[in-house]
């Protein structure tokens, strides 16, 4: 019996916490329990993530259905290694905003956060008029460069130009739910995510396969179902953000640029880009040889297993986000023991989860492939891709904790060299090696994935050990 009302209290103790973790309420994270912090967080956050990653599962699932299904998947994937650019300038700018959020929140100074954040979407705004429009214009140019052929580039230009051209909103996404994340209320971030899903996958189908008056756009209508979806998202964050209630202090003064503070976001926010940009333009590169060495159905299905891969990974780089808050405002309180403990807490709880998905692709990696195509030569690639790169799980789990610790520091320099010496000194050169010099084709990039991701996680967690990070200020 004794045992029997252990595991009550400890249901009933969890169910409590899931509670307030989804409520969205101002909780002090310098003080209490660590690991009581790290759900807290946590909870919203993998949620959140698995929200972004239905994105693109939810366009790949429908278009993956199409009478030209191989075509449309190649498109679909290929404009997400495309979209992830514009992810690295974003992620960047977001994981400034969060930094010097946390740190700001940390010194309980919420009008110098509040300011910080609207500066960020300044820069954010600018940044992506140019992006925006060189996707419109060079659409067709980009899917050719990437190994489409000339037919998939024709059929997928609409595509490209509405996702490109929209992707402001892509920016804004990340970047209001890094700020929201730097505060600590990681549940607005998860709802503004539930609600732009909840909308792409309602309008996907009509828009797609038509419905009533509205025409069958095909694979367009995947990209404006998306946008559509994700504008949506954003006005809910807007909502909260200029909130009398919320707990950053939002001024019209605020949207007045401020130089000093630019710079400042900027000195954090470009390291970050290049961090992310520098691991991007890999996978691109890792995409194109793919692309050149399978053939379109090898393409589809690499596209297809990245898709399946991010699903899964994405959660657990949203437990790993937890560290980035936890950090911040613990080193803007001065608690830097309590910072690296909250790492070490959070470390443990990713690996058990990446675990798990490693036994889930290695057992179920066929049914996995047949949810999202009917093409058996599409799930064959998808299936060695899936089971190969699932090798190096559980030190993704690990490094993903690593790079977050360090970012949420506002030290965005240590993983960016760490990215460029793992990536484009090793995982590129291996993947080119195997594929093309050894024959194996895409099997060689697929191996060159792992291999990669593990030397990046040891390289990680010896400099987190060294503890440089602590000094660095925002």
């Given amino acids: 019996m004794s045992d029997i009302r252990k595991y009550q209290r400890g249901f009933a103790g969890f169910y409590v916490l899931l509670k307030q973790s989804l409520a969205g309420k101002d909780v002090d994270y310098t003080t209490g329990s660590i690991r009581r912090s790290v759900m807290l967080l946590a909870i919203p956050m993998m949620l959140e993530m698995i929200m972004e990653s239905v994105f693109a599962l939810v366009d790949l699932y429908f278009v993956g259905h199409l009478s030209n299904s191989s075509q449309a998947v190649q498109v679909v994937g290929l404009t997400e290694s495309v979209l992830s650019i514009i992810y690295a300038i974003a992620i960047g700018i977001s994981m400034a905003a969060t930094a010097v959020v946390a740190r700001r929140v940390g010194e309980k100074n919420p009008e110098a956060a509040g300011r910080a954040g609207i500066q960020a979407i300044l820069i954010a705004i600018a940044i992506n008029a140019v992006i925006s429009i060189a996707g419109l214009v060079f659409a067709k140019d980009i899917l050719l460069l990437m190994g489409a052929s000339h037919d998939t580039a024709l059929q997928g230009t609409p595509f490209v130009q509405i996702m490109t051209g929209g992707s402001t909103v892509i920016m804004l996404l990340f970047l209001i739910n890094g700020i929201f994340r730097g505060v600590g209320n990681a549940a607005i971030a998860m709802k503004s995510l539930w609600l732009a899903n909840i ?242 084709g895409p099997d060689g990039v697929f191996i060159a994935i792992p291999a990669s991701e593990i030397g990046i996680t040891i390289a990680g967690f010896i400099l987190f050990k060294r503890g440089n990070w602590k000094k660095t200020e925002v």
């Fill in 199 to 440: 909308a792409n996958i309602v309008l996907d189908p009509i828009l797609i396969n038509g419905l009533g008056p509205i025409p069958a756009f095909g694979l367009t209508g995947a990209a404006i179902a998306t946008t559509v979806g994700r504008g949506i998202g954003v006005c809910y964050q807007l909502y909260y953000l200029f909130g009398k209630d919320f707990v950053l202090k939002v001024r019209l003064a605020h949207f007045v640029p401020r130089l000093k503070q630019i710079k400042a976001l900027l000195a954090i926010a470009m390291p970050g880009m290049l961090q992310f940009a520098i691991a991007s333009c890999s996978w691109i590169f890792l995409a194109q040889l793919v692309a050149v060495t399978g053939g379109d159905h090898g393409s589809a299905g690499y596209q297809t297993a990245l898709r399946l891969m991010m699903f899964f990974m994405l959660p657990a780089w949203g437990l790993s986000n937890a560290a980035t808050t936890l950090v911040g405002q613990n080193l803007g309180a001065k608690q830097f023991l309590r910072a690296e403990q909250a790492v070490m807490k959070t470390v443990k709880y990713n690996m058990i989860f990446m675990l798990i998905v490693t036994v889930i692709f290695l057992l179920f990696s066929q049914l996995l492939a047949a949810i999202f195509t009917n093409d058996s030569q599409i799930q064959e690639v998808t299936i060695r891709a899936l089971r190969i790169m699932s090798v190096g799980f559980v030190f993704y789990g690990l490094g993903m904790v690593m790079v977050n610790a360090f970012n949420g520091a506002g030290d965005t320099r240590t993983p960016t060299w760490i990215n460029f010496f793992g990536f484009w000194l090793f995982q590129v050169p291996l993947a080119y090696l195997l594929a093309k010099y050894f024959a194996l």
